[in-house]
């Protein structure tokens, strides 16, 4: 289930020696792949590779063709005096620190309450698949128009949270939801975790419907208590899935730049590595700097995303 | 009323209770934005839960700016072009990794699972430096290529799924009649396509329509700018006196056809959504 490569039906008995139809369709089958891979070529390993150059250069964004070489200096360069770089600013480590504080809350929360909905509308009910459509809506929004609803109902004076929360006696004061550093945070996360939920929860009621039937009817027999089913049958079958959701969430929240950027734009309270890095790439239009940034980023995300192929790998080989 | 009976009315309750919070949870938050967008700036200010006399005049102000209308368009045009060129590159794609067994077949898999993978800002600056070389900046054309980096892997992977998952009876019998790959691909394999082209197409309109970061840096002018971008740019007097119905309202014109669409097509996009990520 997790990265099971899709499989080609292509145990045709027909073909099964190297004959002139065989070769014809691998002729075939690398004629079809090029337009793909030479567009990925041109807008993926291409760029990237020009990143890690720039990172390694003093680029300009008014033009980047004027560059020179200057080694490792964007990261880690000492002056004589004093270290400079990317790696002893400490506008960078905040946004490490928030971009991991950013992502292990948001995404703890959506796989808890993903899998909740999701065993909830589990259970057969009149009007289910209304409902089931109903939670996607959230999904549907931009996430830049998700971002502009929830700071309308998080405004500190006219917002309806705030309205709500004084009424019900929870608060004495307004609060300042998106400029307040303590709170914008959790105004960042509010807003993620409203907009995941439905896709975490789309992904935990496939697994949900996979699941053998057969192992409830005999705990039901049995008379063992739902809750002790959940513990020792469910959860442990719907591992694989949850760490998929888990791994998908992961790598796109440690990404994740439009909600931060329209919610409380380059506050440093909530500024995230992407952020921080296309603050210097436009904005400063420091590319070689920015650069930098990025290559950092994407490192920690190649990591993450090698060691979860890795893992799928194994997994797959031990279940074959 | 036996204890039984209570208990079980009790937990009926309780679950339809949950259902509710739940409902209230997802919808909420979008009908609130419709509520705003209906009041007139004289009582934007005062919180209500429902509209008693709808008033129009944030949807004609919004309409009326040529700006956001050529957003509109130019949305659009980007993201049906988007779809347009990831569904073909992706099809034939896919014919070669789902139908055809050859070496390297599961390296180029991998590497487009890996670009999926990708941050989008760690292709930022050698991007920005291929679409000005290529003359494109500030055209659609700019993002509609861009794009590609995350529609394709996406596309490719469902697509795939999908086209590993068709009987191979028909491709033998197809070429025991001596048909070429592409006339196997075109005359056999597509038109049994059709529902996962549908679903894959949605999946990769929608991501076109909400993207923001390539939209915001490879735009400039007013009339280049997309959706999410013009929606971000929209500002008042001061930073803190946004023109929230405005807003609103804008949001709201925007969202409506999404918001349809998922009704409407609920079934397939859960299935492709779940084929990419579990079967995937």
Redesign the interface.
Known sequence: ?S??????????P??ARETP?QR???R???L??T???L??A???A??????FW?SLTD?N?AD?RGATFVGFSNYLFYNGSGWSGILVDPQWWNAVRNTLHFTMVSVGLEIVLGLL?AL?LN?K?TGR?L????????????????A???S??L?D??G?IN?LMLSLGLIDMPLAWTADASLSMWAVIIVDV?KTV??VT??ML??LQMLPSDCYEAARVDGIHPLHVFWRVTLPLLMP?LL??AI?RI?DS??V??VI??LTSNSSSTMS??VY??QH??EFQD?GY??AA??L??LV??VI?LLY?YLGRRQLEVRS | MSPRLLKKALLRLG?WC??GI??L???F??Y??IV?SLKPSST??E?SYWIDRPDFSNYAAVLHQPSFLKAIGNSLVVALCVVTLAL???L??A????????RG??T????????S??????????????I?ALGLYNTSWALI??Y??FT??FT??VL??F??????EL??AA?MDGA???VT?TRVLLPLLWPALVTTGLLAF?AA??E??FA??FTLTDTQRT???A??LISGGSPHELP?GL??AA?VL??VP??I???IF?RR??SG??AG????
């Open positions: 289930m990265v099971s490569t899709p499989h080609a039906s292509c145990d045709e027909l073909l139809i014809r369709r691998l075939a089958a690398w079809f792949l337009p793909m891979l567009c990925l041109l807008v993926a291409w760029p990237l590779l020009r990143t720039f680029a964004l980047t909905v909830l259970i009910f698949s409902v089931r459509a109903l939670i996607l809506i959230p999904w549907a929004i931009p996430t830049i128009v998700s502009k609803i929830w309308w109902m405004n004076q006219f309806i309205h409203w439905p896709f789309l992904l496939a697994a899935a998929v959701a998908f790598l440690l990404r730049f439009d950027y329209v590595m992407s890095a296309r790439l436009v590319v920015g650069s990025s290559t980023l994407f995300v190649a995303a192929l | 679950f949950l259902i739940l409902l949870y997802a919808v938050p979008f609130y934005a705003t934007l200010f919180v073909f590159l992706s034939t794609a014919y070669a990794l789902g139908r055809v067994k050859f077949r599961g180029v898999l991998m590497m487009v699972l890996g670009v993978m990708f941050p989008q800002v760690a292709v930022l600056s050698g991007l920005f430096e291929v000005r290529l861009s590609t980096i394709l892997p490719v992977w795939t799924t086209m590993g998952q068709l009987p191979h491709e033998e070429i070429s790959p592409w691909l929608i329509w909400n923001f970061l915001l840096t959706v999410p971008v929606i971000a929230w807003l609103m949001s925007v969202t999404l918001v669409l998922v009704l609920q996009i859960v959504l779940t990520a579990l079967k995937g």
